[in-house]
């Protein structure tokens, strides 16, 4: 099968789109542009009226240039607005976040073909991983968390995403290993809520934990941390990216605002006295 992923949005959807192509590639999928491929993946973003339109746009050129495409639509829009994705031309399916992890299997289910036959006409290996160069990548982008249980007032991604979810650590070292395995010396790692990594597991952690694991580990690769609330860069964190040659020393906090009174109408847990 001839395949295409088009992503919109954020290092999470990023994140989650490496990994739809690292399964498809498994299964002996060869990736091509949108207008050569049998199946085309839109990985939908719905933070703003600009992005659900910059989708349905991509959904339309896709199906003029390639009359017999399956599209199938996945991501915040495709789960907020499923029924009008679903009217747009050629999309055969539409996968919420809650089943993007079962994406592949589904476009399985949504053929009559046999595997052999959906996958096998490929002619790279089966088991072949996303590595560095293919489509200009040089950094992997690793999702350790996603979900939010915060309520900012402007903020649909709660909705989208649902409650805030974490991967077990030894999960993510496993992970990182099949990255390293590829030939990725750079890790990104990122969450809807990175900040908030661990606090929903049965046993409770954090984000510096989960840093301090992969800074121990004999991997040779730097991690990077992705976009992190101010008020979850924490001293742990600050130290370990200030010890470990393992973590760029870097951060990326968002403000929202500069005025308290506006970012309390926006319910962020901060100050801008804080964040300074």
Known sequence: MKYSVVTFGCRVNQADSLAIEGELLARGGVAVPPDEADVVVVNTCSVTATADQGARQTIRRVARANPSVRVIVTGCYA????????????????????RKEELVRLIEEGSALSTAERFGR????????????????TAFTLRVQTGC???????????????SRSKQIDEVIRDVRRAVAAGYKEIALTGVHLGSYGRDLPQRSTLAELLGRLAEG????????????????????????ASSPRIAPHFHLPLQHGADEMLRAMRRPYTASYYA
Not at 131 to 136: E, L, Q, T
């Open 122 to 137: 490929g002619d790279g290996p089966c088991g072949h991983a996303v590595a560095p160069g293919v489509a200009g990548r």
């Open 218 to 241: 004999p991997d040779d690769v730097l991690f990077r941390v992705s976009s992190l609330e101010p008020m979850d860069c924490t001293p742990d964190v600050i130290s370990l990216a």
């Open 149 to 163: 249980n915060e309520r900012c007032s402007y903020c649909i991604i709660p909705t989208t995403r649902g409650d």
């Open 79 to 98: 789960t907020r607005a499923s029924a009008d994705v679903t009217c747009l031309p050629n999309v055969t399916q539409v996968v919420p976040n809650s």
